[in-house]
């Protein structure tokens, strides 16, 4: 039999899930660290298992069951959460230990439903429901949209342990499994990046979780993804209050793709106008930088330029793409700003000022659209309005 650690994380309660080493796109994002698919395993009178692994990683998972119990022995699943990396091993699971019931939300007993085909054994738990296996009680409180309608979070008062399944989760495939084993800075990224490009549209449900754990003593959040918190609580949580009310610092960011360089020029006009003006001011070329990470600087930056040459009667397809993944992911109160060139027909400005029109975002300055190659004085007025737009953020 396979030999692998499994991870006391609380006394008699342990992490036994999976780690991704070579995964490297997840839901149409970029993730350069892998990550882990998180399961725990809590041993008391009736034992638990709280989530699984996606569907490749059951024998792992399986394997870290084993040498804690027999898996027949196990009474519950839990199941916080339908998508497949989480949900992926149930009926493995089943099979494994066919008496479980799957304790499951409203929502999410459809979903496993509609997923498998079947009834695994289900028991349906409402918000505030609670489930006593012998020395410990769980309680369920359910956070829908964050992300998903059926999601959950199961919470273990006696040991001040929460368990909100996505939520709080990053992209980190290690062998460390808690936040003080890994430097602040990479786990922040890390927490950023999984926020902005699967969690940020749902800014105001996220609000209503923080509010509904708010009044929950633990000193352990166990997620599904990524790393275990213990020591950065106060910190995550600040980052999430901060990220769900779309909060950004006064920074720029210049989004643009250019065809034959002109574009490119106005691009980098504006950039020396609002560095002129004391902002600190990131470049990103669609070309060669993956849109997972623009979104990323998105969340954090106040000022939003977006730059395209006309191609054919449109936009350039890498920025088209772009804005109907950061369509879907809806961040707000940003201030917006467009220019682009053209050889005859000019469209990609106005295609793109109708979608940050759509996002509600603030546009105070008139775009800049230049036909053909700007000149001199076409740049210097680039650059006066980079200026500008650099003081109005000032404000």
């Keep these: 039999m396979i ?3 499994k991870v006391e994380i609380k006394p008699d309660i342990y992490w ?14 970029e993730i350069q660290r892998g990550t ?10 009736e034992i638990t298992l709280v989530d699984t692994v996606k569907h490749y990683l059951f024998d792992e998972m399986l394997a870290r069951i084993k040498e804690i119990v027999d898996p027949q022995k196990i009474d519950y699943i839990v199941s916080n959460h339908v998508e497949m ?46 489930l006593n ?48 084993e890994i430097e602040w800075g990479i786990l922040r990224e890390e927490a950023a990046q999984y926020y902005a490009n699967i969690v940020m549209p749902y800014g105001d449900q996220v609000k209503k979780a923080l509010e509904a754990v708010s009044g929950l003593k633990f000193d352990m959040i166990a997620p599904s993804h990524g ?8 910190k995550i949580i600040e980052e999430y209050k901060k990220w769900a009310s779309f909060e950004a610092e006064k920074k720029a960011l210049i ?13 980098y006009a504006l950039y020396e106008g609002i560095s002129e003006s004391g902002i600190p001011v990131n470049m990103r ?21 977006l730059g395209s040459p006309t191609l054919n009667n449109g936009m350039m397809p890498s920025m088209g793409g772009f804005l109907t993944y950061l369509k879907g992911l809806r961040p707000r109160n940003r201030i917006g700003f467009v220019f682009g060139s053209y050889g005859w027909g000019g469209q990609a400005v106005g295609e793109i000022e109708k979608i940050l029109k759509d996002l509600s975002w603030d546009i105070p300055f008139d775009s800049i659209n230049i036909n053909y190659i700007p000149d001199e004085e076409e740049l210097n007025n680039a650059k006066d309005i980079g200026r500008k737009i650099g003081i109005y953020l000032k404000k």
């Excluded at 008062?157 to 368990?163: I, N, T």
Aim: hydrophobic share 35%.
């Design 133 to 180: 296996i012998g020395k410990r009680t769980l309680h369920f409180v359910h956070i829908p949209m964050v992300h998903w309608p059926d999601s959950m979070v199961t919470y273990i008062p006696s040991d001040k342990l929460l368990l909100p399944n996505d939520a709080f989760g990053q992209h980190i495939a290690s062998s460390e499994r808690f936040d003080d």
């Design 36 to 45: 882990t698919y998180n399961a725990y395993l809590i041993v008391d009178k």
């Design 3 to 5: 030999k692998l650690n």
């Design 285 to 305: 070329n669609l070309k060669n930088t993956h849109i997972s990470d623009i979104i990323t600087d998105i969340q954090d930056s106040k000022l939003i330029l």
């Design 227 to 234: 790393i275990i918190w213990r020591s950065r609580i106060p």
């Design 16 to 29: 036994v899930g999976g780690i991704d080493w070579d995964l490297r796109n997840f839901h149409g994002y």
């Design 255 to 267: 989004i643009y793709d250019s065809m034959w360089g002109s574009t490119e020029k106005i691009a």
């Design 85 to 130: 990396d989480h949900s992926g091993s149930l009926p493995k699971m089943k099979k494994e230990a066919p008496d479980a019931k799957i304790i499951t939300s409203t929502r999410g007993e459809k979903g496993l439903l509609r997923h498998y085909k079947k009834d695994l054994g289900f028991r349906v738990v409402k918000s505030g429901d609670t």
